[in-house]
């Protein structure tokens, strides 16, 4: 079992920045795909980014892309998503996840909210 732990969600106006951070406990994530998804109200949650176990190989979604840094510290048992230039589309609820095998786990959410 490996336990998710976001933080660092918040209120940010736009064009700001926000680092979250997602902990795992109970096990290594160095075997895990990890990937951080958002939920947005009245919407489906969608795939943000994910990172690959070793960290060599990271996807974003387009609305994203050149905005914000999917990082991962295997050491640490760590996740980080540093978002930069955040806009009022980006506000939702962010949620860390990590998959291996047939193993699928996720964290309790954190909230950003870009609004001036």
């Known amino acids: 079992q490996v336990q998710l732990v976001e933080s660092g969600g918040g209120l940010v106006q736009p064009g700001g920045s926000l680092r979250l951070s997602c902990a795992a406990s109970?096990?290594?994530?160095?075997?895990?795909?990890m990937g951080w998804y958002r939920q947005a109200p009245g919407k489906q949650r969608e795939l943000v980014a994910s990172?690959?176990?070793?960290?060599?190989?990271?996807n974003y979604a387009e609305s994203v892309k050149g905005r914000f840094t999917l990082s991962r510290d295997n050491a640490k048992n760590t996740v980080y998503l540093q978002m930069n230039s955040l806009k009022a589309e980006d506000t939702a609820v962010y949620y860390c996840?990590?998959?291996?095998?047939?193993?699928?786990?996720w964290g309790q959410g954190t909230q950003v909210t870009v609004s001036s």
């Open positions: 990172i690959t176990p070793g960290g060599f190989t990271t």
């Open positions: 996840n990590g998959r291996a095998y047939s193993a699928v786990y």
């Open positions: 109970g096990s290594r994530i160095n075997i895990y795909t």
